[in-house]
């Protein structure tokens, strides 16, 4: 039995971003467990410094092709807040369609496309296209539909267009919303019981390792609080969007390009399985049952099965989705002009539920409408350190499981988290090679 | 004939034409027959020792990074920039119109000198680029374009004309008849005008048409109500390398 | 020939009843400020009284992007594109753009007569409505008067609570038939006055074009252009295109697709080799002027420029084709009169 352990896994694959896992285990004694990040650092913040109210969003949708929705919501609510921009009841609906729509597409790659290739043990999802045709062929289906959401209402799926500050610079029609629904129920529903099934036939291939943390996500009173809501804690419960930075507290470590984030332990936890711990209240019965299914349970504490709350939430958007659209129709659309005139300046804040956890902007802006300073606290960025306290425990319980077992799972344990590098990694450049 | 081996990469960027990639749902197992996915970080285990062609996403930020496009450039018998970051710099180029000080300064305060950085470059400004698939991201239907015309072994026909014609050929509203800016005039077509169709001004993501003529594009700018800096900054927002060259 | 009278609220009827009989085609209004001819659907959003649409209804005959044939690798084979006439009312068309139509009849049906153009035009009716010249409409000073009813199976002249129907050949007299409307006796309104001007009629332009090659106008109007091409993509009177082919992803066939094209674009000059005949964005400008008063002209002796005002209305850096041709006109005079 060997107590001597090395593993360095460069620029994971299948996750967004560069990363890298180190584990140094010397005669029995763990030196180093950690998610190395590496991604090339991009500056987001001082971009956006000097940069008009029209162009923040633009600007920080590329933060990430994958969360560019999330960052996108996000940096419009913040820009809304700061300079007194209202915005009316059918934008914040069809806000919350494109959310949903994101989210359903996010969590459905990440099952299939980069999770589920572990749980057959091959190294992509292009072998399945081969090996397992039919469900190859429904994940591409289901990712089409939740991008067309995002297609029919924002323009374009990957860096939205039309929503803007104050509102929308064009609304879908009532046919393509019609059509939405219609392929909802025809197709999506029928294809999310199938997913289940398949994810249910795989379920034995999720790794045990259980590890008690803070859950952080959003709660809202009316419903599954993605679009917006209150920080919750499972520690200390409920405070205002504002004090994000209390229950945030970004600090630098040398691994990193990311910074870590803390709020009443070590490290919390961000994402679909900290909603599925504080919100499953709120879920819609589709979800609920798949979650008895899949066998998630409320106060879930094996990170693993955030895979499988990505899965049971995609539900609640689906079902909700449908509740946005009939009252959308029953309301009538309205080609309504954005509201782009400031009625003050200064700081305003943005708190979304992007598919990784909790995304937070803030801005600040001056008199003219240009940014002067700006922050920006990705799910990601939050979790690393939960993410290397998994890992410090999980070693020594795998330890004996031999090096490429070993390695799978912590790869596993990465992906399971679906981290979004490239977002995570707005800011800092940190050598950390010796 | 065999299959062109293909390798995907990524750079510095937010890896959103890379999700273009697999958001082609209803092309994506048409594409997979023509090719053999070698290499795909994002999507894939797995690394190869040569490649037909390599699509490159990103631009290049930092040392690694200029030595890794040096090796894929090496390998690859034919590269493909993808999107705005690699093609022009993108928008990763914004943080080149800051002086590089304070660039530093803003994230780093008393510690600058702790990290070195690079300007962000286009893929092309340190090795060969064959060919350019443009757009933020890069658009869908050019990189079919490319594609095919390169597994058919054509050249691919990049666009030199304006935004405003393709603009024109849908006899879409314009931008400017909405009260708004847009940048459509100077920038270069090959997107069907997506976003002034849906409503929004054109943000010069696909790169500037060749020659432009950007002084008289100020006055426009400036005439429709902007200021001069305002109008510079919105011209540089994905074309900053350009437009340095330009009034430098 | 009778004229009736229509009252304001009674378009709609008009319209259906012609709707009844062939499909119409209208103006709409597009987006915020904008108006385009779309087909009539529901007669109720038909506008008539509109400045101008973004494109004549040339794009009925010369469809901005069309597919000429498809083909078939696998097959070594292909098939042309079924073109049908159009057989069509293009209702409330102003008499600038009847006039922009029959230019193009001239140039698309001469030499290589253009078969899908020629197709389209046929069952053509037109239903034309004055206009009051707005800010940019310089037609009078090319012989087309915003009353001109030439051309047309029907016209509408505007007057304050109505129109006055004029049936001008038999297919528009049948067309109107089974509507009931009363006779109008108290003859035209006065024309509207315009707000532009072109100095010189076209026999005393040829002259003045001939001595402007060199003119300084062209590269001083070039500084302000950034070569986008709307004047040309705008104007009823511009017919040239480009050819593309696309093969589909499967490789097995694909199109070949023609769309508009324009002077002012550098790539539309460049030829095989790479050479560009018109590099500079002053030879494009003073090309396209030509184009509208001297290549054409020369040979027909008339302005190919029918004076709608799209070129200069839609130009976001403002340039004017009425000032250019004044400007030459002025420069031509001065030296005219310059004692030797």
């Known amino acids: ?434 | ?248 | 020939m009778v004229q009736f009278f229509l009252e304001s609220e009674r378009v709609t009827e008009l319209v259906t009843h012609l709707k009844g009989q062939k499909p119409v085609f209208a103006p709409h209004r597009k987006g915020r400020k904008s108006f385009a001819f779309e087909r009539v659907e529901d007669a109720a959003d038909v506008v008539l009284d509109y400045p101008r649409v973004m494109h004549s209804i040339r794009k009925f005959f010369l469809p901005p992007r069309e597919t000429l044939m498809t083909f078939d690798l696998a097959e070594n084979d292909f098939s042309t594109a079924d073109v049908q006439p159009s057989d069509a009312i293009f209702f409330g068309v102003h008499s600038y753009d009847l006039g922009a139509v029959h230019r193009l009849d001239y140039n698309l049906g001469k030499g290589h007569p253009e078969k899908n153009y020629i197709t389209r035009r046929q069952g053509a009716v037109f239903v034309g409505v004055s206009f009051e010249p707005d800010a940019y409409h310089f037609c009078g000073s090319v012989g087309i008067d915003p009353m001109d009813t030439s051309g047309f199976d029907i016209f509408l002249t505007k007057l304050l609570d109505g129109y006055i129907v004029e049936a001008l050949t038999e297919v528009g007299e049948q067309l109107l038939n089974g509507l009931d409307l009363p006779a109008h006796e108290a003859g035209k309104p006065a024309r509207g006055n315009f707000q532009q001007h072109i100095y010189l009629p076209q026999a005393k332009l040829n002259e003045v074009m001939a001595k402007s090659y060199d003119n300084p106008v062209w590269a001083e109007t070039a500084e302000k252009c950034v070569g986008c091409g709307t004047c040309n993509l705008v104007c009823p009177t511009c017919y040239c295109f480009n050819v593309e082919d696309t093969v589909n992803i499967q490789a097995t066939g694909g199109t070949r697709d023609r769309h508009w094209d324009g002077c002012m674009l550098r790539e539309f000059t460049g030829v095989a080799g790479g050479e560009v005949f018109r590099e500079h964005l002053a030879d494009r400008q003073r090309h396209r002027v030509f184009r509208k008063f001297k290549y054409i002209s020369d040979e027909t002796g008339q302005p190919w420029c029918v004076g709608c005002g799209r070129c200069t209305a839609y130009c976001t850096a403002g340039i004017s084709i009425v000032n250019i041709v004044n400007r030459l006109v002025g420069d031509y005079e001065k030296v005219a009169v310059t004692p030797i």
């Open chain 1, 1 to 434: 039995m060997s107590t001597n352990l090395d593993i360095n896994v460069k620029h994971l694959t299948r996750v967004e971003g560069h990363g890298n896992i180190v584990v140094n285990m010397k005669d029995g004694t763990l030196e180093k467990a950690q998610l190395e990040i590496v991604e090339a650092p991009r500056y987001f913040e001082a971009m956006l410094k000097g940069r008009s109210f029209h162009e923040a969003a633009i600007i920080t949708s590329r933060i990430c092709g994958i969360c560019s929705l999330g960052h996108q919501m996000t940096s419009l609510k913040a820009t809304e807040q700061a300079l007194g921009l209202d915005v009316s009841e059918q934008t914040v609906l069809l806000r919350r369609l494109l959310v949903h729509g994101a989210t359903l597409q996010s969590n459905i790659l990440h099952a299939y496309f980069l999770a589920a290739p572990d749980f057959l043990k091959v190294g992509s999802v292009f072998p399945l296209v081969g090996s397992h045709p039919e469900v190859v062929v429904r994940a591409l289906r289901m990712k089409r539909l939740a991008n067309d959401i995002g297609d029919v209402v924002s323009g374009r799926a990957v860096h939205p267009i039309t929503p803007v500050p104050g509102g929308f610079t064009s609304v879908p029609s009532a046919r393509q919303l019609e059509e939405i629904k219609r392929r909802l129920i025809e197709d999506m529903v029928p294809d999310f019981e199938a997913t289940v099934e398949t994810l249910k036939s795989l379920a034995a291939a999720i790794p045990q390792f259980e590890r008690e943390t803070e859950y952080i996500s959003l709660r809202s009173d009316d419903r599954y609080a993605l679009y917006d809501g209150d920080i919750c804690s499972s520690d200390t419960g409920r405070v205002d969007d504002g004090e994000y930075r209390k229950m945030t507290n970004e600090f630098v470590v040398p691994h990193s390009t990311s910074k870590h984030c803390k709020a009443n332990r070590t490290s919390y936890f961000a994402g679909a399985l900290a909603r599925w711990n504080n919100n499953h209240d709120k879920l819609c019965d589709l979800a609920l049952g798949a979650a008895e299914e899949l066998g998630l349970q409320p106060g879930c504490t094996n990170p693993y099965m955030n895979t499988i709350a990505q899965v049971v939430e995609a539900a609640e958007c689906v079902t909700d989705s449908l509740a946005i659209i009939d009252q959308l129709l029953g309301d009538g659309l309205k080609d309504e002009l954005p509201n782009q005139e400031p009625t003050r300046y200064g700081r305003g804040v943005g708190a979304t539920e992007v598919p990784r956890g909790i995304l937070y902007h803030e801005y600040e802006y001056d008199r003219a409408g240009r940014i002067v300073k700006a922050n920006c606290i990705i799910p990601t960025g939050q979790n690393l350190g939960n993410i290397d306290d998994d890992m410090k425990k999980l070693v020594p319980e795998i330890v004996d499981e031999g090096k490429d077992a070993i390695t799978l799972k912590l790869e596993m344990l990465v992906r399971a988290y679906d981290p979004c590098i490239s977002c995570s990694v707005h800011m800092l450049d940190v050598e950390f090679r010796d």
């Open chain 2, 1 to 248: 004939m065999a299959k062109p081996r293909v390798a995907i990469f990524d750079f510095t960027g937010c890896e959103g034409c890379e999700l273009n990639q697999l958001n082609f749902e209803d092309q994506l197992l048409d594409i997979l027959a023509h090719v053999d996915i070698v290499e795909w970080r994002e999507a894939m285990d797995g690394h190869a020792d040569e490649y037909d062609i390599a699509f490159v996403e990103g631009s290049l930020s930092t040392p690694d990074c200029i030595k890794r496009i040096h090796e894929v450039r090496r390998k690859a018998k034919v590269l493909v920039a993808l999107g705005a970051c690699a093609v022009q710099g993108g928008i990763n180029g914004v943080k080149n119109t800051h002086p590089i000080e304070e660039v530093r300064e803003e994230v780093y305060g008393e510690d600058k000198y702790l990290f070195p950085t690079l300007p962000a470059l286009a893929v092309s400004s340190v090795v060969k680029v064959d060919y350019n698939v443009r757009g933020c991201p890069m658009t869908q239907l050019e990189f079919l374009k490319v594609f095919t015309a390169l597994v058919l072994g054509k050249e691919p026909i990049e666009p030199e004309h304006s935004v405003c014609v393709e603009c024109k050929l849908k006899e879409n509203e314009c931008v400017y008849a909405r009260g708004m800016i847009c940048l459509g005039p100077v920038t270069r077509a090959g997107c069907d005008a997506h976003c002034p169709t849906v409503g929004q001004y054109c943000t010069g993501c696909r790169g500037l048409v060749p020659e432009p003529n950007l002084k008289a594009m100020e006055e426009i700018l400036v005439e429709h109500g902007l200021n001069v800096d305002e109008a510079w900054k919105r011209l540089q927002l994905f074309n900053a390398n350009e437009i340095e060259g330009v009034r430098s």
